[in-house]
T-cell receptor
Framework: DGGITQSPKYLFRKEGQNVTLSCEQN?????MYWYRQDPGQGLRLIYY???????QKGDIAEGYSVSREKKESFPLTVTSAQKNPTAFYLC???????????FGSGTRLTVV | RKEVEQDPGPFNVPEGATVAFNCTYS??????FFWYRQDCRKEPKLLMS?????NEDGRFTAQLNRASQYISLLIRDSKLSDSATYLC?????????????WGLGTSLAVNP
């Protein structure tokens, strides 16, 4: 079955560490997105990519980095520069002209 | 004014009731509108797109009022399984802007 897979489901990070969240899709979607969701706030866009080897900053890109070396994969690195990384991270993908996003099941990141 | 505003609820309704949610948006240039459903601690899932002429999918009806800049979602014959948070989503500024603006969601609890 086609879908989008995020891993790990839960991740604990120590202060000062970089961590990478995985996102893989087999839907043949061109566009991929990373969102962050905090309690009481709507989804906020971190980065998005419309084609391989290209990506754009979203509203809250500071402290994050991404790569898009393959169409299927869009990993997100949460760097030590991100001061408040504890959140629910959601990866999504869509066809180029389609706003109907398919989301992965998310990664809950906690700083310990 | 927030770009997308929803009544957070919660809406508590008995099984079989009809319930309606409204959502207002600030950008008159927005072209695409959606309702997503999000279960507790899960990823959002596309419920339905909202078209100018209004559209229906089973027990769900979505309407768009461009003049007043709001969209609505009507759920008829509520089921226990409809309990979730309903997210109103609007595309961002500019016709080619792929950024979606997410509301904070309206919480629905359907009671036996």
């Amino acid at each position: 079955d086609g879908g989008i897979t995020q891993s790990p489901k839960y991740l604990f990070r120590k202060e000062g560490q970089n961590v990478t969240l995985s996102c893989e899709q087999n839907l043949n979607h061109d566009a991929m997105y990373w969102y962050r969701q905090d309690p009481g706030q709507g989804l906020r866009l971190i980065y998005y990519s419309q084609i391989v080897n290209d990506f754009q900053k979203g509203d809250i890109a500071e402290g994050y980095s991404v790569s898009r070396e393959k169409k299927e994969s869009f990993p997100l690195t949460v760097t030590s520069a991100q001061k408040n990384p504890t959140a629910f991270y959601l990866c999504a993908s869509s066809a180029w002209e389609d706003y109907g996003y398919t989301f992965g099941s998310g990664t809950r990141l906690t700083v310990v | 004014r927030k770009e997308v505003e929803q009544d957070p609820g919660p809406f508590n309704v008995p099984e079989g009731a009809t319930v309606a949610f409204n959502c207002t948006y600030s950008n008159s240039a927005s072209q695409s509108f959606f309702w997503y459903r999000q279960d507790c601690r899960k990823e959002p899932k596309l419920l339905m797109s909202v078209y100018s002429s209004g559209n229906e999918d089973g027990r769900f009806t979505a309407q768009l009022n461009r003049a007043s800049q709001y969209i609505s979602l009507l759920i008829r014959d509520s089921k226990l399984s409809d309990s979730a948070t309903y997210l109103c989503v609007v595309n961002g500024k500019g016709g080619n802007n792929r950024k979606l603006i997410w509301g904070l969601g309206t919480s629905l609890a359907v009671n036996p």
